[in-house]
């Protein structure tokens, strides 16, 4: 399952605020077997919204949003994906309910615009103060605050996608190697795809304070496959000369 995260905010994109969404949806995608595909940082504007979402609801990726879904003048995610899918914002029922019962008269006039949402979207429980997210065409939107985002994508995860949880999730091992020009790995790595096609073979170089070269060579995917291909990897650096430790 391909999943993309979208993290949406002006004061992401200044520096204002640190982005703490993309590191944890890895997190609880990985208890689960899954992984990120790909993620957009967007700014507070309608139009980039709606090229990003007209663009991402042709596609068969599950999206998670955060941000942008309350009701004051600088958030447009509601209105933005209503106008991609070319449907009116109408106020939930579902969530109309949870906004009363919680804030009784002081639901209206602002915060209830919280509850308006894309004709035919599912409600995403908030265990927090009960002003849910949504949900549209595989499309999780969900509020910019982490105490209450987190809870609610693991509800989405284990209620939506339950039968998507990978019960053997793909591994990952690697070296490190020292003093070793990257460009000298690349036929290790191209043998190592070549004969474990299942596998993805990555490489990080960086260079210490003292100018040495080090490069930490890996590969990931499935536990038996992965095994195999880092024994091969291993094989390889010490047939070239190269000292190297394992991580």
Known sequence: ????????????????????????????LAKRGLSVSWVNY?????????????????????????????????DHTRQSIASALQLPLVVHSEAKRE???????????????MGMFPEGSRIIPN?????PGFSIHRHHFLPGFPSMAWDMMEWVLDNEYEDQRVATPNVERSILILDAPESELIPVMNQCLSKYPMCKVFS?????????????????????????????????????GFKWSEL
């Open 42 to 74: 967007l700014p507070d504007d309608s139009s980039a919204l709606i090229q990003v979402f007209s663009r991402t609801l042709k596609e068969s990726t599950v999206v998670f949003s955060f941000g942008g879904i309350g009701a004051t003048p600088d």
């Open 127 to 131: 265990a927090f103060n009960r002003i």
């Open 204 to 240: 990080l170089p960086t260079i210490t304070s003292d100018r040495r070269r080090k490069v930490e060579l890996g590969v990931k995917g499935p536990k038996e496959q992965v095994s195999l291909a880092f024994s091969q990897i291993q094989r390889a650096i010490t047939d070239l």
């Open 1 to 28: 399952m391909e999943i993309g995260v979208i993290i949406i905010g002006d004061e992401i994109l200044s520096g204002k605020r640190q982005d703490r969404h993309f590191a944890r949806s890895v997190e609880i």
């Open 99 to 113: 906004i009363e019962d919680q804030f009784g008269e002081d639901a209206y006039p602002h915060r209830i615009k």
